[in-house]
């Protein structure tokens, strides 16, 4: 199979559909991965924060790229999330998810001890070797004691196969320093916290996102029209999404999505604790949104 | 004189040039304030946090706002700073500032100790019921131990007179709740920590500014752009201008405005202490960086 | 006067007793310095955060410590706080605070643009220098941006008249770093956040304390056990003692102090807003606390 | 085998010595496990924070329990350390370590997305239930995005089960407060960011440690110490084995404690990557200190 190599457009963080057991469900998965191609979308990145890649183990892991790689079955290019604290145990995942048949994988590194510049280039660099795929790089500083700074990035992207960031800071100014610095040597998706028109306009290549699995359409519309630089229309189109953004951000990232998308049909189950489930009025809040945004 | 009432475009933040002793140089602040409106900008915003305010004896502050007030001799509109840790102080700084002739007040809350929702609220609202004046409400995180919520500012815009919002928490998404949620009810200016024609872009009617005391034609071509809607050539000219906002964030606010100041023939003095002065290096790349923009 | 050189015991942050207006109520103010003294309080310390120190006016301030140093008659050491965001304003403030008939002053940083070590060395240096009376270090890394290490004070204490530090950080091991490394070079006395007991146990000099205005005595019984090495004894009267420094860690500072004081028949006032007064929980939450260490 | 039921004394946190592949190396684990014994150690607890507990896999964390349990072989306790971010996985490992012939278990929740005191409780309750062991409760408020409270504690411990607490804050009144509200229902061990003599003075049991693998003599004469009450010959031992607190919590905590077991003869390898080894400076550093300590 042809691996796709230039990534742009709306990539669902795909939730990891999960019994009360804790085990993969599946067929769910393959039905939200076909339904979400259906709607459109142009990737899929399984295992990100939404899939709760930190919190699975690596069978689990493994099953669930695999499966998504299936049932992809090459329509749309798949990045498979690796989420390792150690550098060797990222160094194997990585290899490993890439034999697996994905296009890309997204590289994290959750924190335990504090970590400097240093440590964080090696590790990422390190990474990067031991694929020859696509590499994106991601950080959700509200999840980990690190952040990536210009002057990291300079130094990672050394290696000719990191071709993305993902940044989930939402510090508009941090992305247009580094997109007036790295140029296109490093493509930007946008994150929820950020406003993804803002990221498009700036030169952003696209969104992964978790919302993306509950408003696949109107996540592609809002892209399209971005695409066509039809500025005005777009930034009208992206305020009203934007209260969805908002519920991502207030809820547990893996409750609300997965809570939408029970809602839409997809029996995905429920994060796995710590984690809690979204709460009576959560689920009345986000339900109103999705109505609005019409899709339920 | 007439009150101006709409305030939209560029608002330098006005250093406050202060000699060796920290005593006020009036003609200094006058030149400046007659160069910058020569320059074409929109309004004039003395004792903010690039003049310095919170360290400032109301002496010297209601000094600062008379000689701006005079030079500016009703050409464009001027908001007065109001910097004060007590909500006292703040209701006597606010009421004395009105009677100084200005256009607006600006409020910001430096904090010492830790304050609650309830009890920004009512500082806030206390400080605009002392005035028939316009009132920005001002916050950085940076500099306070607490920040604005979109709840919070529903609360204080009760009170009639609260029109602006200078937000420089640098986050885009809380930006666009704000917007979203608050409409035009609150009108927002950008601050550097943000993309300014992001802001512009999504319905925010200006830039208060501490760089536009150093590239005011430049600030105002960039919002000029953005009011013709020029987006694409806008974004490119924003780029241009970026690494002065970068500067701006990286070295200490007034002590890179004078500097760059002092480099244009202004003789704005020092920074007080504790503040540093520009090191070297900064000081040459402010320079290079002035130059980049056209603004030496 | 003969002035007071060695500080040791129980020294009360005094409350600023304020009415309505914010105006100081000098009487109230003299009789609690009377009160206290005659307790048995070892000194006497005005204008710190209890007392609001870095809210007040300067003639506020004035006022205050010429009242303390009044009503104190040379009976005990009277340190006199010095709360200025600038170099310059502290350098004046501790310069006229020492003609007051101060025996020594605190001085405190409260913090707005953030400071680095170096800067921090050359304030409290220069405050130093502006006095020839005795100087106590004081930082609360609660309320301000910045915290002590032991290479800065090192470094501070290269100016011969700093002699005492009080850290509010609660951080123990710090402060076993600080006696380690600059032995008695540097006497600390407690905050309310350290267990008092073991400060002195390491060989700290006395407790300057909000709670001490509630229950000088008790204090005092402390301090005495821990100077007759009575460790275990000591021990257990701590713990009966401790809810109150809770209590003070969980409410606001001056509110806890002053609706204390107010139990105990002192008409102190309220604090002044943007703090609030202690809630109705708090008042009896309080009420039961001071009635079990036999306080009221 | 008899299970030990109460833990009092000198606890090492054991190193996990690993080969460059990341392999245990057990021979070195069990002469150290043998070693520390010999010195009089009281009990073991190795995958904690030293051991590196968060970054290794199960199948390395079971054979480190089998190996220390087996090498123990009963002299002393051994409690297993149980790192992992979801419950369910936290529940099966801790149940697997008791099958593992451990009398304990310390759970840590290592974090990822954020928890709130329900989850924190739930989390730790669902532990203990797993197991009819003693469990110690373990948080390091440096290394996660949540802390225990009074409140939290006092739920958790419904379980009987939840014996004691190694809280790592630093924070002395935090402690103050656990022991004065909780008593003797959790039992408390220091941690080293606390000066260990006053935590057993305010009846904390014991001190887990990582320098104790270093200088275990010198803790246990620490203990004994304050077992004896010799308070004041226990303060000055205290400040003599000061500056290894020190060193251990500027350096990485497995780095430092690996290097110092290397200079006397085990050995351990280096820390698993994305840490760092210690630098030359730190080593050199290290080493004076542990010769200064008589460790060396």
């Keep these: 199979m042809k691996k796709n190599k230039n990534f742009a457009g709306i990539f669902p963080y ?47 892991k493994k099953r669930t790229v695999q499966v998504v790689v299936e049932a992809a079955a090459g329509r749309v290019p798949v990045i498979g999330g690796v989420n390792n604290m150690t550098t060797h145990g990222a160094v194997h995942e990585a ?7 994905v296009d890309g994988i997204r590289a994290v590194l959750p924190s335990y001890y504090s970590v400097d510049h240093d440590q ?5 660099r390190s990474v990067a070797r031991a694929v020859s795929c696509s590499v994106t790089l991601y950080t959700n500083p509200q999840f980990a004691n690190w952040d990536f700074t210009v002057d990291t990035l300079r ?33 930007i998706f ?3 916290a950020f406003v993804p028109l803002f990221v498009f306009m700036m030169g952003g290549v696209g969104w992964m996102a978790g919302p993306a699995c ?6 592609i519309a809002l892209y399209e029209m971005a695409r066509k630089k039809e500025w005005e229309e777009a930034l009208e189109y992206q305020k009203k999404l934007w209260p969805l953004n908002v519920a991502f951000q ?17 029996s995905v189950g429920s994060p796995l604790a710590p984690q809690k489930q979204l709460s009576p009025e959560g689920r009345k809040d986000l339900h109103r949104i999705l109505r609005n945004a019409g899709a339920i």
């Design 14 to 60: 795909l939730v990891t559909p999960l019994d009360d057991k804790g085990h993969l469900k599946e067929d769910v998965l393959a039905d939200l991965v076909d339904h979400l191609i259906g709607k459109g979308v142009h990737g899929l990145t399984p295992l990100g924060s939404t899939g709760e890649g930190p919190y699975l183990d690596w069978e689990t």
């Design 95 to 101: 290899a490993e998810t890439e034999k697996l048949g």
């Design 120 to 124: 964080i280039v090696t590790h990422f």
């Design 155 to 187: 130094r990672i992207i050394e290696e000719p196969n990191v071709h993305y960031l993902k940044d989930a800071s939402g510090n508009i100014g941090k992305l247009m320093s580094i997109v007036t610095v790295l140029g296109d040597r490093l493509k």
């Design 190 to 192: 946008s994150a929820t």
């Design 214 to 219: 509950l408003i696949p359409e109107q996540s």
């Design 250 to 266: 207030r809820y547990s990232l893996a409750a609300c999505v997965k809570a939408g998308l029970e809602m839409q049909g997809f």
